[in-house]
């Protein structure tokens, strides 16, 4: 059952000169084969935005524009991460908490996912979420 230490930051590299930067994902920097790429923007800031984990999507969140701050949880410990930089990616497992909120004006939230959208392996319910946790 993945942990909080299972979510990490991942570096996107970019090509860096006079004219500006481009950053590029390639297979090889995301460890899952993309099958869904959405966004958020037009977020208040006063929003929080998931509230939910998942049962098969393992995800991938990046600060496309702006920042915010995304809270993971993995039933015991909490850690809130900063998101400002297009080059930086947040990879989240499956079983994992996540809450985005402070959005600054002009936000834009990219998310990887590795799955189609499926309601049903969505876990909103945090109680229901401590209990997998537990048991699992
Ligand atoms: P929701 O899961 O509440 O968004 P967030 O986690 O960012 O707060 O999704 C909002 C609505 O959009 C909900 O009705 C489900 C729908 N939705 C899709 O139709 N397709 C998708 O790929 C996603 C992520 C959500």
Redesign the pocket.
Known sequence: MNTIHNVNIIDIPKVHDERGILAVIEKESIPFAIK?V?Y?YDVPTESS????AHKEQQSVIIALSGSFEVIVDDGITKKRIMLNKPNRGLYIPTHIWRE?ENFSSGAV?L?L?STS?N?LE?IRDYNEFSIQKGEL
């Open positions: 869904r959405y958020l935005r998931g509230g939910h985005i939230c998310v996912a959208y309601e969505y």
